[in-house]
């Protein structure tokens, strides 16, 4: 094998006396995709952004085509070839894609006028558009593009800064199944063109298609590394998780009762033209599959109330209800775990104690005066119930893991004895064991009598945990499949119908 | 809490260096003078703190105070209304004044800064034509003596005003700090969208401070009438709401919303009046005041920023 591009010897950080790595080895040749995988706080992140120049390391060596090189700051990092592409993309979303690939180094002419030279940015950037197989012009405004558009503009950036080693933090993690195929398409023909890619993703089926060699972190050290012929799914959870998940999925004991909750003829703001009709039955965990963009989150809003339907009626429990806002919603019994956590399922800034008992905070209050010691107790009894990890319930949510907040958002509806529970995109972003510990959270609430609905772009994820799954298509409802009708195949059929 | 521990060991140290330099600062009549100044714009600063906890800004407030003034004293000296109908009546004007702003905010998504910039605006055009720009006084009091004594009077030589701020102080602290109400308002400020999806009336929770904010001008708008005892309608309560923001912002609320509390707005208050109180004593020439004042909410704010970035940098580092 040839000889390393890029070398991580021994690297240790700590942050405030918290060792968050302990002596990681890390390697990268040229032409390469490595995959780093780990479940959230394995130390990825703080890895990759000693790489990118983020943070330094306190101990341990980087050695770059054998020379040994220390980044103090980002741009040293992206001068010496090394892109990252954040999970957050980094985009001006005002600015057109050239003016976003030439972000802070725009070319420039009239001399001491420093007239921005536009036919050069875009001259370049048409080069790195084709280069991508991307069909974009180069003046396109950000905002008029798709998140996987825009990821793709990440990539095109990062190329025109020559970068030979390609860093991208769970790249899927908003896309389409589509859109994923697409990406992992780039990633095979950037590593065909001599660039080297970290994958750090938690969609392990991807790192199977994609990686020639795996490295697992856990808890901040090395957990162990796969070559390419090792890579399977088991062995990947089992490093990460440092034991056997024997059953990952968990599946239906008893029989649902139909008919418990059921929507007729709904028609949402977005899809006006169709109508969509489904039932969920008592104890029934119902997957709702398609493309993103195939309506389902305008399904779930428009049930919620969040937005407001255009037509159709609801049944729960043979009585019809009406729902004009989320609080008609709240006040059924039905709740909606949103797929954007940070914008709509909590108050970032808030503590988890004041996020759990925000929708209840009428049960802990005696004439509008809220008691602090009930709303306490509850917010603990949550914590406890869910195994949310955190120090206190005082702790800021924003400071917490995103499967942590994640429960505390599912601990602020349980306290409400929920009806029906709406997931959007449940695990998205989300370790491996806290999706585990979601799932089985799921199972027992169905088993309690919930009807879920759990929309999910992650195929395994739908196959896994549903009982039925209703699968949508720009907007129209195309097919409902049973338990013993379940497959990869099927629903993508129905998916692009 | 450590905030309003900053700011209120910042007052202390002030009122000990000016009294170091003017004794006269401790004279009972000049404590007295500033505590119903404090009173005054205490009142109307825990309005605007109200508004800017939602993320929101009321500038209306001024204006407002002038409109009330007028009407208080047509109501009282020309109509001869009895003088309880008369103030609930001017009060519950601003009041419903503030719901307005709140509908347009809330309901036609304008953006406060302008809503409340129109009102500034409208009122105080209002107020002049009203008053056919004439100042009104409320003569010698025939009829509502009690109201006058009860506005600008004193209890155990503590002037009213002082005394109503620390009775809505105390029911606002509840309100904001201890009730379901206050945290909604927090959480709205905060974070709308999540509030929203969580089963909160986000749209009555911002209208509602709208209307608390125009209840509290119109509350000080009757205090200070009878403190002025006599309304220019065109420069009675100008910059008031700006004193209010700035008294609001001093003590810890923050404009990007969801950040604030009573206590902090009342020393906030506190501080500005006393930095009002130097600038006579010292023999500041009066023209410096307002230059006065902006250095010292521009260093308070600073300081306070750079405070947080320090111990941002701690939680990182």
Aim: positive net charge; hydrophobic residues 45%.
């Amino acid at each position: 094998m040839a000889s390393p591009l890029l070398q991580m010897k021994s690297i240790t950080k700590r942050f405030q006396g918290v060792t968050a790595l302990r002596a990681v080895d890390f390697e990268v040749f040229p032409a390469e995709v490595v995959a780093l995988i780990g479940e959230n706080g394995a130390g990825k992140s703080t890895l990759m952004k000693i790489l990118g120049g983020v943070h330094q390391q306190d101990e341990g060596a980087l050695n770059l085509d054998g020379k040994a090189v220390r980044f103090h700051s980002v741009s040293e990092s992206i001068t010496r070839g090394i892109g990252f592409i954040h999970q957050e993309l980094n985009l001006l979303d005002n600015l057109d894609v050239a003016g976003n690939v030439f972000l802070g180094r725009e070319p420039v002419w009239g001399g001491p006028l420093r007239l921005l030279d536009h036919g050069k940015m875009q001259r370049e950037t048409d080069v790195h558009l084709q280069r991508l197989g991307l069909q974009i012009s180069s003046r396109t405004y950000l905002a008029t593009l798709s998140l996987a558009h825009q990821q793709m503009i990440e990539i095109a950036k990062a190329l025109s800064l020559h970068a030979r080693i390609l860093i991208m933090d769970e790249p899927t993690s908003s896309l389409t199944l589509t859109e994923t195929a697409r990406l992992l398409e780039v990633v095979r023909q950037l590593r065909s063109e001599g660039v080297s890619i970290i994958y750090v993703s938690h969609r392990l089926s991807e790192i199977s298609e994609v990686a020639d060699r795996v490295v697992v972190l856990r808890d901040g050290a090395n957990a162990g590394a796969l070559t390419k012929a090792e890579i399977t799914r088991e062995r990947m959870v089992k490093m990460m998780i440092g034991r056997d998940l024997d059953d990952f999925y968990v599946h239906p004991d008893s029989a649902p009762r139909p008919g418990y909750f059921e929507v007729k003829g709904l028609r949402t703001a977005r899809f006006p033209g169709r109508e969509i009709s489904f039932s969920v039955g008592q104890g029934e965990i119902l997957g709702l599959a398609g493309l993103v963009g195939a309506g389902r989150t305008e399904v779930a809003q428009a049930i919620c109330g969040i937005e407001r339907p255009m037509g159709g009626a609801m049944v729960l429990d043979q009585k019809p209800v009406q729902i004009q806002s989320p609080r008609d919603a709240v006040a059924q019994g039905i709740y909606l775990v949103p797929d954007d956590r940070r914008r709509c399922g909590l108050v970032i800034d808030m503590s988890v104690c004041e996020n759990m008992t925000l929708p209840a905070l009428r049960r802990y209050a005696t004439r509008g005066i809220i008691s602090r010691r009930a709303e306490r107790k509850a917010a603990e009894d949550g914590v406890q119930k869910l195994n949310v990890k955190t120090h206190s319930v005082d702790m800021r949510v924003g400071n917490l893991s995103g499967g942590n907040q994640q429960k505390v958002i599912l601990a602020k509806w349980l306290a409400l004895n929920p009806k029906v529970l709406i997931l959007d995109e449940p695990t998205r972003g989300i370790d491996v064991g806290a999706k585990a510990e979601i799932y089985e959270l799921l199972r027992a609430l169905a088993r309690e009598g919930v009807a879920i609905i759990a929309i999910s772009s992650d195929m395994e994820e739908v196959l896994g945990i549903s009982d039925r799954v209703a699968v949508m298509h720009e907007g129209s409802l195309t097919g409902i499949l049973e338990r013993q009708q379940l497959n990869e195949e099927a629903i993508m059929r129905l998916a692009v119908n | 809490m450590r905030k309003e521990l900053g700011i209120f060991v910042l007052l202390v140290l002030l009122c000990v260096v000016v009294a170091a330099i003017n004794p006269r600062f401790l004279v009972a009549g000049n404590l007295q003078n500033i505590s119903r100044l404090v009173g005054l714009f205490g009142i109307l600063s825990i309005g605007a703190g109200l508004v800017i906890i939602t993320g929101g800004i009321d500038l209306s407030v001024g204006s407002i105070m002038a409109l009330v003034g007028i009407l208080l004293s047509i109501f009282l000296t020309q109509k001869k209304w009895p003088a309880a109908l008369a103030v609930l009546a001017v009060v519950g004007i601003a009041a419903a004044l503030g719901w307005i702003h709140g509908l347009l905010v809330t309901r036609l998504q304008i953006q406060p800064f302008i809503v409340t910039l129109c009102g500034l605006l409208f009122y105080r055009g209002l107020a002049r034509f009203i008053a056919n720009d004439a100042t009104q006084g409320f003569g010698g009091g025939e009829g509502f003596v009690w109201l006058r004594d009860l506005a600008s009077g004193a209890l155990f030589h503590i002037p009213t005003p002082f005394l109503f701020l620390i009775l809505i102080g105390i029911v606002m602290w509840v309100v904001l700090q201890r009730s379901v109400y206050g945290r909604y308002l927090f959480a709205v400020g905060r974070n709308e969208e999540a509030a929203r999806y969580s089963g909160i009336t986000t749209r009555k929770i911002v209208s509602s401070a709208y209307v608390l904010s125009g209840l509290l001008a119109g509350i000080t708008g009757v205090l200070m009438a009878f403190y002025t005892n006599s309304i220019s309608p065109s420069s009675h309560g100008n910059f008031y709401e700006l004193y209010a923001i700035a008294a609001a912002v001093l003590g810890g609320c923050s404009l990007r919303g969801g950040e604030g509390t009573i206590i902090g707005i009342v020393i906030g208050t506190a501080l500005l009046q006393v930095l009002q109180n130097l600038v006579n004593l010292l023999g500041i020439p009066s023209s410096l005041n307002f230059a006065v004042m902006g250095t010292v909410i521009l260093i308070g704010v600073v300081a306070d920023e750079l405070v947080r970035r320090r111990s941002a940098r701690k939680r990182v580092a």
